[in-house]
DNA sequence: TGGATAATATATCATAAAGATATATATGTC
DNA sequence: GACATATATATCTTTATGATATATTATCCA
């Protein structure tokens, strides 16, 4: 019995845990609902789907070509994989990692030239402002949701806290722009 | 010739520039001074520099026993790290990667009890504290020594980053945790 | 109608990164 | 002297990412 310890176990019964699903699907929920926190390839999926199956924790259906003619596998998750799922949401979740690439070059920074610098850190202003436009449009429709009586707490929580990030960045960019600039002038 | 194209190369490139070092002060270093945006390990820092230096990127020392009777390798940049490394300084980076697990198990929220939810909620708010004083404290240190006539713009810039950061991620667990603690009361 | 492209679907491989462990010496301290 | 901590190199396993292979179906548009 594989180990395979990850995370990727966790989101894809959490996702089950919503409703059966095929691979290709899972992928699909997480680059379009959690792209902004979170990421899983293919390569992370399928052998983990495998294994869940042969823990218990989920079922596979036999390969379907009856519905649209395409062959597909889908799953869902058993009582087991429920009970597993819980007992992850109930523990301490684990510091994050963070690698932010712009910070390095920033750090090297005496061995590049201002405007380079700069120049990146446009590029970061208008993709982290891109980013919160965004999030602001998911967290409207799911205010004009909630208007309607549907409740979805837990997707606008997650998009604010994007929101709250990607700002930040945003925020620190333009002062860090200030910063250099002046600094270059004193020299 | 093995290819290594991940930023490892790039982060011992940079701190190579400012100095000679081993493999260990390389890990210590970033451990102390990057920890809040970068991590490597020497499960990753041993082969990149055997890589660097079959790259011709870098040189190594043979080991030296005399200077404290423990074996340790040196390792220097050379012209052609230089230039691969203000290369590298001058491309785009790349977008951040992120995986903030709390989100998820806000996200996989229905699942779970309010109570465990916020309990998740001031473990994340106390540790994002902590953090964004750590790097208030450091700071105030380059200030100090920026009055002294030393320069430190750049380690100035990436905790200010850290700040603003950390610092968004507290106060959205505030806000989330009033969100969290209404919708419950109105069940 | 034909042809191109996009979407659905599963799967694997190579590279990269993280985490753990092994080994050995040196230093500090109780 | 015993024990913990720090210095130092190295490897191994597990986990994650990115690219690619393969095949079918759906859609667009000229």
Not at 49 to 71: C, P, T, W, Y
Not at 134 to 162: M, P, R, S, W
Request: charged content about 25%.
């Amino acid at each position: 019995m594989k180990e395979n310890t990850g995370k990727t176990k966790y989101v894809i019964l959490g996702l089950l845990s919503h409703c059966p699903q095929t691979g290709y699907s899972i992928k699909k929920s997480i680059e379009f609902e959690y792209s902004h926190f979170w990421q899983e390839s293919f390569g992370q999926i399928y052998p983990t789907l495998k294994a869940l199956v042969s823990e218990g924790l989920a079922v596979s259906s036999d390969i379907l070509e009856s519905s649209d003619g395409r062959g597909q596998i889908v799953y869902n998750i058993t009582e087991a994989g429920r009970a597993e799922l819980e007992k992850w949401l109930s523990e301490a979740p684990d510091v994050e990692k963070i690698r932010y690439e712009i910070l390095l070059k920033i750090s090297f920074g005496t061995n590049t030239q201002s405007q380079v610098l700069l120049g990146h850190l446009d590029d970061f202003i208008e993709r982290n402002e891109k980013t919160v436009s965004e999030l602001d449009g998911y967290i409207e429709i799911f205010h004009v949701l909630k208007a309607q009586g549907e409740d979805h707490t837990f997707n606008e929580l997650t998009a604010l806290c994007g929101k709250y990030v990607y700002s930040a960045m945003r925020d620190w960019a333009l002062d860090a722009k200030r910063i250099i600039t002046e600094r270059g002038e004193k020299q």
